[in-house]
């Protein structure tokens, strides 16, 4: 098992894990997510384990259900034990994010999983990572290659 800076939520079931560094929007798209329907798996740092080419995150038993809202504080928050990763999320600044990026995977403890970068400033940062978890992703080289033959 490995401790990893990032916060987690579950979508139906299927585990976003938000990368950023401190003070990038973590804790604050994992709310409006929350606010949309997601269930908190962790804020702040998620356990990731790893068996049968999947990765599980569970939050650390001491932050377990809690949630730092900035300018409230901490709060308790309704949340699930664990989940199997299905995506990962970056957050980068929007000048930093191509529109149609090459890479589209990245690697956690080992396991390949689908990757995506978002704005947590943008006002359709949650519509992103949603519809990354249910449309998936086609890399640049796929889009390129069909337009040469179109």
Not at 46 to 66: K, Y
């Amino acid at each position: 098992m490995i401790q990893i800076h990032a916060n987690c939520v579950a979508i139906d079931g299927r585990g976003v894990l938000i990368r950023g560094p401190s003070g990038a929007g973590k804790s604050d798209l994992t709310l409006r997510l929350i606010d949309q329907g997601a269930a908190l798996v962790a804020d702040d740092y998620c356990e990731v384990s790893t068996g049968d080419d999947a990765a599980t995150a569970t939050p650390p038993h001491r932050i377990a259900g809690l949630l730092e809202v900035r300018g409230i504080g901490i709060v308790a928050v309704p949340h699930l034990a664990r989940c199997q990763l299905a995506l990962v999320v970056d957050l980068i600044p929007h000048d930093g994010i191509p529109r149609i990026p090459e890479r589209t995977m990245t690697s956690i403890a080992g396991i390949e999983l689908p990757w995506i970068a978002v704005d947590p400033t943008a006002v359709s940062a949650c519509e992103r990572v949603r519809a990354a978890l249910r449309y998936g992703r086609i890399g640049a080289d796929r889009v390129l290659s069909e337009a040469r033959r179109a």
